[in-house]
């Protein structure tokens, strides 16, 4: 009964003994090999440009905002299309040429399961962007066939209406179906595209203000609605798009970038706002703090302040915090080419830019 | 007043163009005053360098590019271009008009 005991004892131990070892386990490993420790980080080395275990020199920053995706060149067709759908890239010519064939062939349709019916929808629009109007017909149709009732399907049929330019008839399909689904984004939106195709600038600005008035939170729309300001030069209202833009998605440097741009455009066109250059400033700032690889920002950083310091001669405090911005930017601008490898002619277009502005003292 | 514009000034312009097909596009062209041809000036448009597509009436970056485009051809090897012109093409393929930002860039 002794040797009972021991397996008794034995057996309950044990599990005490491996979850010892598996508890310290951690720390030998961390001591015998680098990757281990570092694993713990791929989300930061991801961040940091994929590189496991670089210095922490470098500071963690959110991914710049990249319009288009980099998608893995081994990806197959369908995977492609996918990812553009969920980003919403406009890439017509691609998008035809990699999903007509999947379309075409019975066996590949069949392969894509449901899947099938959104790069129909995916294929349509392309195909319209393309100019391929018997392949939008197609989609279109199998489309229609399968749903025929569908508003989503409707508003297709408006946009390839559309694309033949018979703005009348776009109107009144969209006008049916707010009558019954007022609140339809997609629907609304398509109606100022419409006007906006028109060319009816005005009609399509107030029709977006509305839209805008019961969806605030549209990145997309207030977009829109900043590029129809800006072609009628009402700066103003376009700072104000963009304004909304950074209070939605304050950590986008682009949006800040075209901040500062509009305030700064409404400043050199002379019916902006007293304080629109330090506005300009303070965004084209921040969103070189978002984004030190961003040119645009430190250009724009560059002329503002330079702008500011011309127009503040002798301001004493004011005009040295300026005079050390501009000097900020000009050496952060060619360190930034330096480190993109930029050809010898750039660097020098803005060595001969910067001394361009050479500022007095 | 003639005006010559090279092959390569043309297509540059129209691959812009067609580079962005849903956007408006524009640029500056470049080229020389020729004053010698029998007492006519004529300007030859000798090449062209695309500016934005999208967003165009913005002054910073339009500022910085014309300062550095008139800074670098006028140093170029083969004679001095100046910019003797701007391009524009409007978003819709039938609007032909000159909106306020072209009109002030020229």
């Known amino acids: 009964s002794s040797c009972h005991f021991f397996v008794l004892l034995f057996t309950y131990l044990v599990p005490f003994w491996l979850s010892l070892y598996f508890y310290f386990l951690p720390i030998f490993v961390d001591r015998r090999s680098k990757i281990r420790r570092s694993s713990c980080f791929c989300a930061g080395a991801a961040y940091r440009g994929g590189q496991l275990g670089r210095s922490s020199r470098v500071p963690l920053r959110p991914p710049t905002h990249n319009s288009r995706m980099v998608v893995g060149k081994n990806l197959s067709a369908k995977d492609r299309l996918k990812a553009w759908r969920a980003s919403g890239e406009r890439r017509p010519a691609e998008v035809v040429s990699l999903a007509e064939p999947l379309v075409n062939s019975a066996t590949s349709r069949a392969a894509l399961g449901d899947d099938v019916w959104s790069v129909y929808e995916q294929l349509f629009v392309a195909a319209l962007d393309c100019g391929r109007g018997e392949l939008a017909d197609r989609c279109l149709g199998a489309l229609r066939e399968r749903f025929p009732q569908s508003v989503r399907v409707k508003r297709l049929v408006g946009m390839q209406l559309e694309s033949v330019e018979r703005f009348g008839e776009a109107e009144a399909l969209y006008a049916e179906v707010l009558a019954e689904e007022p609140t339809n984004a997609s629907v609304l939106k398509r109606a100022v595209a419409t006007k906006r195709m028109q060319g009816k600038t005005a009609a399509a600005i107030k029709l977006l203000n509305e839209y805008l008035h019961v969806f605030m939170v549209d990145p997309e729309a207030w977009l829109e609605l900043a590029d129809l300001y800006l072609g009628a030069q009402m700066y103003d209202m376009a700072a104000h798009c963009f304004e909304e833009l950074v209070l939605l998605t304050p950590h986008n440097h682009l949006h800040h970038t075209r901040l500062a741009e509009v305030r700064y455009t409404a400043a050199s066109a002379g019916g902006g706002r007293p304080d629109d250059l330090v506005v300009a400033r303070q965004h084209f700032a921040k969103a070189h703090d978002l984004n030190p690889d961003s040119a645009r920002a430190l250009y724009g950083l560059f002329m503002a302040s330079v702008a500011l310091l011309s127009a503040k001669q002798g301001a004493g405090r004011v005009g040295d915090t300026n005079r050390r911005l501009v000097e900020l930017a000009a050496v952060q601008l060619v360190a930034l080419y330096k480190r993109r490898n930029a050809s010898p002619e750039a660097l020098n277009a803005l060595r001969k830019f910067i001394d361009a502005h050479q500022v007095s003292g | ?106």
């Open chain 2, 1 to 106: 007043m003639k005006y010559e514009v090279s092959r390569k000034a043309y297509v540059k312009v129209l691959l812009h163009a067609a580079k962005y097909p849903a956007n408006a596009v524009n640029g500056v062209l470049l080229g020389r005053l020729d004053q010698a041809s029998g007492g006519n000036s004529a300007v030859q448009v000798v090449d062209a360098v695309p500016l934005f597509h999208s967003l165009l009436g913005l002054t910073p970056m339009l500022e910085v590019a014309l300062i550095q485009i008139s800074e670098h051809y006028e140093g170029a090897g083969e004679g001095p271009l100046r910019i003797v012109g701007y391009y524009h093409a409007n978003e819709r393929a039938t609007d032909a008009s000159l909106g306020g930002a072209a009109l002030a860039i020229g």
